[in-house]
């Protein structure tokens, strides 16, 4: 992963280095960006071409913005040769990890351009964007591209287990959906103020699901009038993760995803005004009510 894409583009080229300060001791990478090392550990710094395993928090004051660990536990790039360029076009993080060893944390600010701020909506009196930046571990590029292999085998296993289990869930999807059409679910079935309705397969008793951080889950899709399969994840043999409550999925997936617990194993019932309306999308027809069997996992699945 190249570092130049961890930050948004929209960031990235909004931003000029800081004339701020952050206290004493503030020093200045190649390109002028202000930073301060903030816990010094024992060990040699990263060089160009080892690979940087860290995480980093944005923020605007004390208000976080964003934060790195809520998409990975950490993020692995390839140091590249530090030139000097126009600051706009460079990037704090990695010129302060050039300054880092392993276990170091660093903070780092940069002033925000007035259209950047006119785009967000901030206020003039808000000035910069601190970056506090975390190096967790510094691997060779021989130990980075063992370690990438060793997770491919791992990842292409957990995607032959995914697979197989499609026609126990094809099967299951199909019988709760049998059930629900001719009513022997209708004790069984709860509904929201909303339209939703859902029932759960399997209580979890992992963690809830919490909007502003990301699902992971696997799905099998069916229309409930027609009753055929329209899309699943078990077939990709792939987890299907993303941000809960930013409008990323149809609206009943973000009520009834937020409703799930880890391990929690739930078949929601969609009516089509929760769903896409009346527009058609791919194989979906329009006014469809959608039946979704879905399993949550931890993030660590």
């Known amino acids: 992963m190249n570092i130049k894409f961890l930050m948004s583009a929209l960031i990235i080229a909004s931003i000029l ?36 395993y860290f995480t980093y928090k944005v923020k605007i004051k004390d208000s976080l913005l964003y934060d790195s660990e809520s998409n990975a536990p950490v993020i692995k790039a390839k140091m590249p040769k530090l030139e000097k360029k126009d600051p706009k076009n460079s990037q704090p993080i990695e010129e302060v990890l050039t300054f880092m060893s392993k276990g170091d944390k660093a903070v780092a600010t940069q002033e925000l351009l007035p259209e950047f701020k006119k785009q967000l909506g901030l206020p003039e009196t808000v000035q910069n964007l601190d970056f506090e930046i975390a190096l967790v571990d510094i691997k060779s590029e021989a130990d980075y591209n063992a370690e990438m292999e060793a997770e491919k085998k791992i990842k ?8 197989a289990q499609l026609p126990t869930i094809e099967a299951l999807a199909k019988k709760t959906l049998s059930d629900y ?50 899309d699943d994840s078990w077939s990709r043999g792939e987890v299907f993760s993303f941000p809960l409550g930013q409008g990323r999925v149809i609206p009943g997936w973000e009520e009834g995803v937020s409703l799930m617990k880890e391990g929690s194993k739930v078949s ?34």
């Open 17 to 52: 280095s800081s004339c701020s300060n952050m206290g004493g001791g503030m020093k200045k990478t190649i390109n002028g960006h202000q930073y301060k090392i903030t816990e010094d550990q024992p060990g040699e710094t990263i060089k160009e071409g080892q690979y940087a």
């Open 156 to 163: 292409d296993q957990k995607m032959e287990e995914l697979k």
């Open 181 to 230: 059409k001719s009513g022997a679910l209708k004790s069984k079935i709860m509904s929201t103020p909303s339209g939703l309705q859902y029932y759960v397969h399997e209580e979890g008793t992992g963690a809830q699901l919490q909007a502003g951080k990301n699902a992971h889950v696997n799905y099998y899709g069916l229309l409930v009038k027609e009753g055929t399969k329209f």
């Open 268 to 301: 929601f019932f969609i009516p089509a005004t929760l769903a896409y309306g009346e527009k058609e999308n791919g194989p979906i027809p329009a006014n469809s009510e959608l039946m979704f069997y879905i399993e949550a996992y931890p993030a660590a699945n």
